[in-house]
């Protein structure tokens, strides 16, 4: 999957989520964003996701029935963040909210079934989500190494056999 077609699903998972609180995120004129995207095409749109993200994030650090009811929405737009430091911020809420188990269950269950961008995104989120529980941390890599086996897409087997 092309760094592009990544970007702009993270960006509709965010802005899904965004609206069920209620809220959006005007994007901001920045001269310098403006500098750094016409030599890092993409950097704009990179830099309006994280401003969606940390708006989200603190929307459901304030409310936390807010982040009961959006797990599923929260979960998504984990799950299309390739970012490698990023996921923690997500990761936090719904371990917060659901708690280890049921995250790490989230992860392996997107790596073993989830569409090329989710499992690559599950393996990032994967270190985020707390100590392994139970035996989740045998079966994580024995779920990416298959999923590997079988992916098509260079960017998620790169991610799974990582």
């Known amino acids: 999957m092309e760094r592009a077609a990544r970007l702009d699903a993270q960006e509709a998972a965010l802005d899904v989520l965004l609206a069920s609180l209620g809220a959006r995120v005007d994007p901001v004129e920045d001269a ?29 650090l304030a409310d936390r029935a807010a982040a009961h009811r959006g797990y599923p929405l929260v979960l998504d737009a984990l799950l299309a963040d390739d970012d490698l430091s990023s996921p923690r911020w997500f990761a936090q809420v719904l371990l917060a909210v659901g708690g280890r188990r049921r995250l790490q269950e989230e992860l392996l269950a997107a790596v073993a079934g ?35 086996e079988r992916c098509a897409d260079p960017w998620a087997r790169e991610r799974l056999a990582g």
């Open 114 to 148: 989830g569409d090329p961008l989710r499992q690559g995104c599950a393996v990032g989120a994967w270190r985020w989500a707390d100590p392994p529980y139970g035996d989740f941390g045998k079966r994580f890599p024995v779920a990416c190494r298959e999923a590997a």
């Open 32 to 60: 310098r964003v403006a500098r750094l995207d016409e030599t890092a095409p993409g950097y704009a749109q990179y830099h309006r996701i994280g401003h969606k993200r940390q708006t989200a994030y603190r929307l459901l």
